[in-house]
């Protein structure tokens, strides 16, 4: 009898090599912020041993200066994460996902289905995305038997064009005038347009060939029937809200009137409109991937108390990213007080040419990844001493910025940290899901390298 992909993916090797995967990140990685601890205590090491104007006194004082230069952007991003969450579970979105999930009729399909939309929902809203990767999973696995890790996998797996998308942390903040995170700004000048990073061949044409093959993939990975492990939903169930009183006082009918929403949804359109036609340039970057999402959550939710709430919950899962944006501001404090970027940026100028230097920044990016999980946390470290290498070797600053970020992206296939929330919100152990994306984070890695190496 002819094989089927799941028969594919249940043999002893390809289960073996999941497993190993599994068990090494149970044993290595620590838990985020623990992460974020170390990096710190790393980073001021280096800094005593390597940086020129080394100091316990240049270091504390660089440390605390960090510290808190990065609490506005740290804040930005907690509310990318947070508004796209909320948008994400607004009734009218909800039933969009049932009715797109009602569209597979196998669990291939399934899972391609919900790797594209994920991958769609990502390149704009990268909270958005992690989101919908749960959500829609657990909508499949409502509807057939399937491996619940897997199809979870093969959401999350979607976010991996997610980096080089509108919504990157690395390409808002050097899109962003003045953001304390624009490294290229502060070098050069100049801010760095999306038809400087996101629409350029070196970014689309890598991203278009992992939507073609990265369903292939998953779908040779799925376990097969006997061996899968559903998600019991009884035992998981959906959150609900609150239900509507019958009898309200005058503060209730104002919790559950529709009428400040919709007077706040037409504010927000009327600040798009005149942004747009009166060419203001504010309306641009982080700012602004916040603020449309926020008028549209708060618009689908109906009434400002059920948004509210959405953003509760929401909250929750930005919880352990609360703190470690400072200490990574810190990390960035202490190498500008030292001037470890610099010693760093030679290194990278003795190994690269012109050329070179963005394959050299990308491989970089998949190991300082697992160091360093969050996209601006992770700028912090590798942008100050990439881009002035990049200056130095007259190489494209835009290219290097989008090295960095493509990297992080691609082993954030492999990264607990961002797979956590997705995984709490889906109901399912992380260290299985990981053991499914480790084959895309091998896929991207080559696909992308390639790009930087030849399409630059």
């Known amino acids: 009898m002819k094989a089927e992909a799941g028969d594919l993916a249940a043999t002893p090797t390809r289960r073996s090599f999941a497993e190993a995967t ?87 399909q399934a899972a391609t289905l919900t790797f594209l939309l994920v991958a769609i929902a990502s390149f704009f809203n990268w909270g958005l995305g ?40 690395i390409v808002l903040a050097q899109a962003t005038h003045g953001s304390p995170m624009n490294v290229v700004e502060k070098l050069t000048g100049h801010v760095l347009p999306f038809t400087e990073t996101v629409f350029t061949p070196f970014n689309l044409i890598p991203a278009a060939v992992m939507l073609v093959a990265t369903p292939i993939v998953i779908a040779l ?32 009918r104002l919790e559950y009137s529709r009428v400040a929403s919709l007077l706040l949804g037409v504010a927000g359109v009327a600040v798009v ?19 449309v999402m926020f008028i549209l959550g708060l618009v689908l939710h109906g009434y400002p108390l059920a948004y509210g709430n959405a953003v509760k919950n929401a909250a929750r899962q930005a919880g352990s990213m ?24 030679n290194f990278f100028i003795a190994i690269s040419t012109t050329h070179t230097l963005p394959f050299w920044s990308y491989v970089c990016s998949l190991l300082v990844t697992f160091l360093v999980p969050s996209g ?40 607990p940290f961002w797979a956590a929330p997705v995984v709490a919100m889906a109901g399912v152990g992380v260290q299985r899901v990981l053991g499914f994306t480790m084959m895309t984070f091998l896929l991207g890695a080559v696909v992308y390298g390639v790009a930087f190496l030849f399409l630059v």
């Open 22 to 108: 599994i068990d090494l990140f149970e044993r290595i990685i620590p838990d985020p912020f623990v992460l974020a601890v170390l990096i710190t205590i790393l980073v001021a090491a280096l800094s005593a041993l390597f940086a020129p104007k080394a100091s316990f006194e240049h270091i504390v004082l660089g440390w605390y200066k960090g510290f808190f230069d990065i609490l506005t952007f740290g804040f930005q991003i907690i509310l990318v994460l947070v508004t796209g969450h909320a948008f994400a579970h607004a009734p009218p979105v909800q039933r969009v996902f049932k009715s797109i999930v009602g569209v597979a009729r196998t669990p291939v």
């Open 130 to 169: 992690l989101v919908v990767s749960a959500l829609l999973a657990r909508e499949v696995a409502k509807r057939m038997p399937v491996d619940f890790a897997w199809i979870v996998a093969a959401g999350f797996s979607g976010w991996v064009v997610q980096a080089g998308g509108i919504s990157s942390t």
């Open 221 to 252: 990975m799925r376990p097969r029937d006997a061996d899968a492990i559903v998600l019991d939903i009884a035992k998981n169930p959906d959150p609900t809200p609150p239900a509507r009183p019958a009898t309200m006082s005058f503060a209730k």
């Open 273 to 291: 409109v005149f942004t747009q036609i009166l060419n203001i340039g504010t309306f641009s970057g982080v700012n602004a991937v916040i603020f």
């Open 322 to 345: 609360t703190l470690q944006y400072p200490l990574y501001g810190g990390v960035m404090g202490i190498m500008a007080a030292t001037g470890l970027p610099g010693v760093i940026a």
């Open 376 to 415: 601006g946390g992770h700028w912090a470290v590798q942008g100050p001493f990439v881009i002035p290498a990049a200056v130095a070797l007259h190489s494209s600053t835009a290219a290097t910025s989008m090295a960095v970020a493509v990297g992080e992206q691609v082993s954030n296939m492999m990264q």
